[in-house]
T-cell receptor, first 111, second 114 residues
Framework: QKEVEQNSGPLSVPEGAIASLNCTYS??????FFWYRQYSGKSPELIMFIYSNGDKEDGRFTAQLNKASQYVSLLIRDSQPSDSATYLC???????????FGTGTRLQVFP | DTAVSQTPKYLVTQMGNDKSIKCEQNLGHDTMYWYKQDSKKFLKIMFSYNNKELIINETVPNRFSPKSPDKAHLNLHINSLELGDSAVYFCASSQDSPSYYGYTFGSGTRLTVV
């Protein structure tokens, strides 16, 4: 059973802090990884994807991938209250036609 | 312009009824999906079509029947609705495999069975 696991949270951070969201996956054949943000009552929105080991930065967001440890993370710098949402991690297992999602981590950024 | 649009956005219906949800994408993508999101936010794949051909059919009761009249449209028909079918149903699309670009999701249909 291919799985993606996340801590459900909530993760509470003060405004301006760094929020660190983590995800592990069970299928070593997974090739690429995605972070989606989902506001309450809305659809998931893709914010980052990564497929090489190391860091990938986009604005205030940094995705980190460690394939040896089967670990993906998302760092949000200078967190804002508007970042409060559920963050879904997804993996693409090689040679499949679907993404496998984790259950999401709820992030709360307080002023 | 909405990239992936679903209708209706909300659906409240009684047990035993039959209902349909429609999805359309204008991204030119080849593959479309139906996902079910439960109350704990878990997204589980139900079906996938690539250019009108069914390629993923997960363990879903046969009361659920997808139909893809063309690669831009994917509909979901549900017969004999049950209380446990209450969830948010998302349509999504991708350019062929989701390997490096992931999905674009529709706005979702919140189905409530009473």
């Amino acid at each position: 059973q291919k799985e993606v696991e996340q801590n459900s949270g909530p993760l509470s951070v003060p405004e301006g802090a760094i929020a660190s969201l983590n995800c592990t996956y069970s299928d070593r054949g997974s090739q690429s990884f995605f972070w989606y943000r989902q506001y309450s009552g809305k659809s998931p929105e893709l914010i980052m994807f990564i497929y090489s080991n190391g860091d990938k930065e986009d604005g205030r967001f940094t995705a980190q991938l460690n394939k040896a440890s089967q670990y993906v993370s998302l760092l949000i710098r200078d967190s804002q209250p508007s970042d409060s949402a559920t963050y879904l991690c997804a993996a693409w297992p090689y040679n499949t036609d679907k993404l496998i999602f984790g259950t999401g981590t709820r992030l709360q950024v307080f002023p | 312009d909405t990239a992936v649009s679903q209708t209706p956005k909300y659906l409240v219906t009684q047990m035993g009824n039959d209902k349909s949800i429609k999805c359309e994408q204008n991204l030119g993508h080849d593959t479309m999906y139906w996902y079910k999101q439960d109350s704990k936010k878990f997204l589980k794949i139900m079906f996938s079509y690539n250019n009108k051909e069914l390629i993923i059919n997960e363990t879903v009761p046969n009361r659920f029947s997808p139909k893809s009249p063309d690669k831009a449209h994917l509909n979901l028909h549900i017969n004999s609705l049950e209380l446990g079918d209450s969830a948010v149903y998302f349509c999504a699309s991708s350019q062929d495999s989701p390997s490096y670009y992931g999905y674009t999701f529709g706005s979702g249909t919140r189905l409530t069975v009473v």
